[in-house]
Each structure stands twice: as C-alpha cells, then as structure tokens.
C-alpha cells in the first residue's frame, strides 16, 4: 500500500507539477479560468449537480429505467456526476452467476464518474479465490474508486490497484482522496467503507480504520490543495449502529466535509438531509446528506448550490422513481445477454412445492426477518439442522442470521432461483463446540437490539428461546430449552458442552459474535463445506411440500 504523503509534502510536491507542465489531466490544480468560472466568479456562486445509487446488490433487471433516467437528466444538467456509495456485490443470481461483471458492463455504459466500496464488496475474501472477482471489478471499471479508510497492502489481489493520493487518477484503480474538475472548478472527493465490514462481511486481510480519523486527515489534505468543495462518498449507513459509523456522526465530527453521498442502510431519504451543529451542537457550515434506499430502484439527484468560499447555500435533491420510467433501447437489449442465462437457472426446479407464500418482512415496526421469527427463517434453520445431522447426530441446533436471508419464496414450485436469491452469499455449513453458557451469550447478543433491526438476529431449529427486550442488552434471555426427540423440550444446561450448527460465515465471528469467534479460533468449529444455498435445495426437495409455521420458538415476553 503506498504510504500516504505528509500534508506538507504532498502540497509542495503538487504544486512543483503544477509548475512544470501546465496541460495536467484531471484532477488538474493550477489550470487557468475559463469563461464558465469567470462568470462563476461574478455570480459569486457555483452549482454541483450529483446523481447517486447504493446498495444495487446486482439487482440489475431494473437498469434500462435507470439509463433512462440518467440520460434524462444528463439532457437538463451535462455536468451532472454519477456516483456509486457502494454495495454493487451479492444479492441476486446475476452476482452468483457473474460476480459483478454484469452490473459493471452496465455501470460503465453509463459512465458512472466514481465508486466507494460497500461492505458486500468483500462478500468473497473467504473464498478459495479471495478477492479476485473484486479485483477483476475495480480493474475492469471504466471509472476509478475512492477509499480514504481501506487498507489494502496485505492483500496480494488488491495491493497494487490501489494508489494512495495522486494528481493524476486513472479508470481502475483506487485512491484515498481525489479531486476532479467539474462545471469549471475543482471538487474533492473521499470514500468511507464501514468498519463493521470485518464483522458482517468476509474481508481477510483487508483491513478498515477510523472513519472519523481518516475523513479528518483527507479534508485537511483537500483543503490544503485550496479545494473548498468537498463530497464524501460512504457506505456507513445514515443513522446505523453510532458504535461503529454513520453519516449523520461524520457530519458532525468531520469539518470541511459539504455533501455526503450515502449507502448501507438502505435508507430512502426522499429529500436531502442538511446538518448544521457539531458534536458539541454549536453551529457549523451545512453538510448535505442523501441516499437513494435499494436494488435500483431510485435515482438519487442533488443539487447544491455553493458561496465563493465554499459554504453550501442552496440544496435540492430528490429520488427519481424508475418504475416510472421507459427502458432506454440499448440497456435493454444489452441487459439479455445476461438475463437469458439467468432464467434458464431460475427456472430449474428444485423438487419442492411452497403451501404458501414464504415472506421475508423488513423494517423497524413489527415482524422482521432481523428481529423475529419467520417461518422462512424456521424453514432454513431445519434444513440445516437436518444436514447436519447427517455428519454428527449428536447436533442439537442450528443458528441462521436473519440478514443472511435476502428474498421471499413465492408460493408454488420452488425453483433453482428462488433458493439462490433467498440465500444469496454462498455461506457453508458449519458445526460448533459451545458451552450452554456461551450459547447463552450468543443469544443475548441476538436479541440485544430488538426490536430494532439487527442482522445477526438469530433464527433457531431444535431449541426455544423467550426474552424481555424491556431489559437492558446482555440480560434479556428469560428461558431457553433445547427439543428432544420426543417433541418434549429440555432447559439449557449452562454448563453442559453442546454441538450447534450454523454458517461459517457466522461461525468465524460474523455480526459481532464475538463468543463464536473465540471458539473458531481455538479450533471449536468444523466447516463441513456444504453450500447454503444447496442445502435448502435438499431440504425442500426431501419436504416436497414446504408449509413451515411459527412456532414460537423466538418469543418476547414483553410483547401482548
């Protein structure tokens, strides 16, 4: 990883090239006015128009209304950006069938100016292949990638992609901080991935800093290059988790910082979001906050109008329905070279029949794949009960995190596509050696945020779990018993040593279960290599008819 520059240095060495050659590409820092910025000067304003997508998660049957749209507002403001906040990776067959070259062939269609990572970007690092189909991504983007608090350099797929700060950035390659021309004068830009990533994705040996603290070092860098525009495009989440990240934070902690281009919380702000208080609550000048919610199905415009000093004055923005919209000819016609492959594997039965249609509910409010039970989580979690079983029959549960469970299942056959989409991230089957008080810990951190969304809320086979999410997190569990053969149920010895099953993904530590961790790393865990995916293909398949029920196995007893 190349080191970064000291301020100073990298601010003498800059402007030493300026000096030398006066026909700098982009981002260019000593370049004469032209008349645009000479009227710009007079108007003592100026205007930054951005479009902006995130979390599209390879749901890319939606791209030739997004081309519309993009086209149609490139007609009304041509120096409009087009900015990714990450999240490209994982979550359809087109991903699990392409590994992101088919989301990128369209994204460079449409000329996309930039791109920071999301934490599903890293989905493949625990592969045999690693990072390889992400390095494939960033070589083959026609657009570079900027990533301020990422580090690369143990990374042998990724380390010589990335180029620290430079004045001259290419089409595939990633940089800490970046300033381009745009409309006549010079924006700076840098990226921010969640630090969660390590423990909801599978990094390796990437490794993520302080997101405050690297924001911090590349603003004061921007300005010290007499940049006084400055957006930053992050993957954090807007208001997520405040222990790790989250844009509203960076607003306030981060000065110079004016727009923040957001992702990861699938967040759908219909209209801008403008912070003006610090940390402290004293006033501060405006930082402009947007997202675009999900999958494609929005296209995020700002428009922000800007002082000769830099200060946001003025700020518009909306989301662009692209339901509404037409499919643009050329993206259509491009999009079936993918989609024709995709429905042969969508359509290839798998042997099992839904009863009914098997939802997978979102949002804060109510029932959640993340903080209750379903009856497609209860459906998974006894597929892999019962595959693991078949390897050590002494297993008396299984765990399955609810943000691994992406889609519904329709009712009807069940086919090839919907398990794929259902269980997109190709996690494996694995077992682990845990003490009943460890399972205990486990439990309480799965419910420690309901009735908040959590992704590492736990579905369960073979046990009973109640709680009391009135009480404070770490002390929620009430009771919990594990089924015996008989039907009948058994309390949970704390001290009594059991086998579980879950994914590896999970197992290693996956959304902060810190105490499956420490038994992965004392070789606890046996990873049985067994796809998820391929499991609940199995499973329905031995059903034949699939009608899962709620069965209380997760309760709240606070709930009437």
Not at 51 to 77: G, P, Q, S, W, Y
Not at 187 to 204: M, N, W, Y
Not at 305 to 317: D, S, Y
Not at 503 to 508: D, L, S, W, Y
């Amino acid at each position: 990883m190349p080191v970064k520059q000291s301020f100073k240095s990298l601010l003498a060495s800059s402007l030493a090239i300026g000096l030398i050659s006066s026909q700098l590409t982009m981002p260019a820092f000593a370049q004469s006015k032209d008349k645009h910025e000479t009227k710009q000067q007079k108007d003592k304003t100026y205007k930054l128009s951005i479009m902006h997508t995130n979390d599209t998660h390879a749901h890319i049957d939606n791209v030739a209304k997004l081309a519309t749209a993009v086209k149609e507002v490139r007609a009304a403001k041509p120096d409009s950006l087009l900015l990714s906040a990450g999240d490209v990776f994982s979550g359809t067959l087109y991903f699990n069938e392409f590994k992101g070259q088919a989301d990128l062939e369209f994204m460079n269609l449409l000329k996309y100016d930039m791109m920071t990572f999301g934490n599903h970007e890293f989905d493949l690092g625990a592969s045999p292949e690693g990072h390889q189909a992400l390095a494939d991504f960033v070589k083959n983007a026609k657009f570079p990638f900027v990533s301020s608090n990422v580090n690369f350099s143990k990374d042998d797929k990724l380390k010589n992609l990335y180029k620290g700060y430079s004045l001259k950035y290419k089409n595939g390659n990633i940089y800490s901080a970046m300033i381009k021309k745009v409309n006549g004068e010079n924006v700076g830009f840098i990226g921010l991935t969640t630090e969660e990533t390590k423990d909801i994705s599978s990094p390796e040996n990437v490794k993520f800093e302080n997101y405050i603290r690297e924001a911090t070092k590349d603003v004061k860098l921007l300005e010290l290059l007499g940049v006084n525009k400055i957006v930053a495009v992050t993957h954090l989440g807007y208001d997520d988790n405040p222990e790790y990240d989250n844009d509203l934070n960076l607003a306030k902690y981060v000065d110079g910082i004016d727009v923040i281009v957001g992702g990861h919380s699938h967040t759908q702000l219909n209209a801008p979001v403008v912070v003006t208080t610090d940390e402290k609550g004293k006033k501060k000048d405006p930082t402009v906050i947007v997202q675009a919610y999900q999958y494609e199905e929005y296209l995020g415009t700002l428009d922000v109008e800007f002082n000769k000093k830099g200060v946001v004055t003025g700020q518009a923005g909306q989301l662009i329905k692209l339901a509404d919209k037409a499919d643009d000819p050329e993206a259509a016609q491009l999009l079936k070279k993918y989609s024709s492959k995709i429905a042969e594997l969508k359509n290839k039965p798998t042997g099992g029949v839904a009863a009914k249609a098997l939802a997978n509910p979102r949002g804060d409010t109510g029932v959640s794949v993340r903080s209750s039970e379903t009856e497609l989580g209860n459906l998974i979690t006894d597929g892999m009960l019962d595959k693991a079983k078949d390897f050590n029959p002494n297993i008396v549960a299984s765990f399955q995190n609810g943000g691994g469970i992406r889609a519904p299942i329709d009712q009807g056959d069940i086919t090839y596509g919907d398990v794929l989409t259902t269980l997109p991230f190709g996690n494996t089957l694995a077992t682990m050696k845990l003490t009943g008080s460890e399972i205990k810990t486990a439990l309480e951190h799965s419910v420690s945020q309901e009735p908040k969304e959590n992704g590492g809320f736990l579905h369960m086979s073979g046990m009973k779990l109640t709680y009391d999410s009135t009480k404070p997190a770490g002390n929620r569990v009430v009771t919990m018993e594990l089924k015996n053969a008989d039907g009948t149920f058994t309390p949970l010895d704390l001290n009594k040593e059991y086998v579980i099953a879950t994914n590896a993904f999970t197992a290693k530590g996956g959304d902060g279960f810190t105490v499956f961790q420490n038994a992965y790393n004392q070789g606890r865990v046996t990873d049985l290599g067994l796809s998820d995916w391929e499991n609940l293909r199995d499973y329905v398949a031995e059903l034949g008819t699939v009608n899962p029920q709620i069965e209380k196995r997760i309760v709240d007893v606070a709930r009437p």
